[in-house]
């Protein structure tokens, strides 16, 4: 794997992401209920994690994968706790967007932010991978 | 002769890695596409021998993209691809007649092996 290039196109896509996550976390404040809003908030963190573990950012993979847990919950329920939600994600998507910042500057996997992630508690336990039917 | 395939995936990033992955490997990236009702339109136009789908697109989900292409062509070979966290989305890809699934972060060796046990089984 040619590790520059793919943190080239890490840093391009995340940061559309981050912006569009802004946009919908926007759409969400005042409607908590926007299910466009929450979907695409939901699907761009997968995608963060997914980016994020593909080139051992751990520390973006593992954020993005705890908020995600959170929105696909609120996915079921059908809408974002507001204000708190909102605020948790918008506090997410600061400490993702500098996570960004540091493998901009520096070329380097960044260093999680034990802080919120102590607030957003235990992760959701790992299940077993399905087996084919 | 190269095994076609078209790969689903919302995420640029995951369609070059999926590419660099298996295109040296005697597959043959026929097209990409960015959600789930591209990836119908696409399997319409390409016909492609098997496709790799993202469970998590916009516009139409992966799981219903599979279940369109499946109704099309009942033969078509789809694997899945989840992440961590989405083993119930995986099964129930799985009993709607996904052919196998890839999980992110890839380990090349095990998504290059999983399309192999597919694109066999199509003969």
Do not use: C, N
Not at chain 2, 52 to 81: F, N, Q, W, Y
């Amino acid at each position: 794997m040619d590790v520059a290039k793919y943190r080239t196109l890490f840093l391009e896509e995340a940061t559309e992401h981050l912006a569009e996550i802004g946009q919908a976390l926007l759409v969400l404040e005042k409607d908590p209920r926007a299910p466009e809003a929450l979907d695409t908030v939901f699907r761009l963190m997968h995608s963060m994690k997914g980016m994020g573990a593909s080139l051992g950012y751990d520390a973006v993979s593992v954020l993005a994968h705890r908020l995600e847990d959170r929105l696909g919950a609120w996915k079921k329920r059908g809408a974002i706790d507001a204000p708190e939600g909102v605020a948790l994600l918008f506090r997410g998507l600061d400490s993702l967007d500098k996570m960004v910042a540091v493998v901009r500057e520096t070329g380097e996997a960044p260093a999680p932010d034990a802080a919120f992630l102590a607030e957003l508690g235990e992760p959701e336990p790992t299940k077993k991978a399905p087996r084919l039917p | 002769m190269s095994i076609r395939v078209l790969v689903a995936d919302d995420a640029r990033f995951m369609r070059q890695l999926i590419r660099e992955i298996i295109e040296p490997e005697g597959f043959e990236v026929v097209g990409e596409a960015a959600d789930g009702r591209a990836a119908v339109d696409e399997f319409t136009k390409l016909q492609p021998d098997l496709v790799t789908m993202d469970i998590v697109m916009p516009k139409r989900s992966g799981i219903d993209a599979l279940k369109e292409i499946l109704a099309l062509d009942a033969t078509a070979k789809i694997a899945m691809v989840s992440a961590l966290g989405q083993e119930a989305l995986v099964m129930e890809a799985l009993q709607a007649g996904a052919a196998d699934y890839i999980v992110k972060p890839f380990k090349p060796e095990a998504v290059i092996a999983t399309l192999k046990k597919i694109a066999e089984k199509t003969g």
